[in-house]
């Protein structure tokens, strides 16, 4: 049975889903011993989402027109139907973050490298965590288990048992 987490439906599922875009985009966060048991199993369904369907792509066609007139052919991709709808499905308990323009980048380089993504953390969720657990699953014929949990003892004002989650 899900903790309440001494929050209403709408409160909790808010903290999860703020707390699963934190530790999937920045792989570890701090938060309490409750709170990251909950979030454990909430962000191990969307990951074994991810390794499912991110390589279901479909390749294609396009023929355009270049500013001579002469008809070009370019091959595009795009989501294969199964990548699509877990996309969507993850989106929907995930809020979308934000790329931050590094310290000493430069405005244009921060515009080519940012150009053609439109959701950050569904990108870095496809192209860089997903991959990683499929080789991981491969190698160790074991699925599952992509987060741990660390238990820091208890917090300073008021005892709550503190721990970090983070992506293993």
């Known amino acids: 049975m899900p903790r309440k987490l001494g929050r209403t439906s709408k409160e909790r599922n808010a903290l999860l889903r703020n707390q699963a875009s ?5 792989g570890r966060i701090e938060t309490t011993a409750a709170k990251a048991k909950e979030l ?14 991110y390589e279901d792509i479909v390749e294609y066609e396009v023929t355009t027109k270049d500013s001579k007139g002469k008809e070009v052919t370019t091959k595009a991709v795009k989501d294969g139907p199964k ?7 993850i989106m929907a308990k ?22 053609d993504i439109q959701h950050p953390l569904m990108h870095k969720l496809f192209n860089e965590i997903a991959p990683k657990y499929a080789q991981r699953k491969e190698e160790t014929k074991q699925g599952g288990g992509y987060t ?10 008021d005892g709550a048992e503190s721990a970090i989650i983070e992506l293993v």
Do not use: C, P
Request: proline share 0%; no cysteine.
């Open 148 to 157: 741990r949990i660390l238990y820091l003892g208890e917090r300073r004002g």
């Open 22 to 26: 934190q530790l999937l985009w920045y």
């Open 94 to 115: 995930t809020y979308d973050l934000q790329e931050i323009k590094g310290f000493n980048e430069k405005k244009s380089e921060f515009k080519a490298r940012t150009a």
């Open 40 to 53: 454990r199993s909430y962000v191990e369904k969307l990951i074994t989402k991810a390794v499912n369907t």
């Open 83 to 89: 990548k699509l709808a877990a996309r969507r499905a």
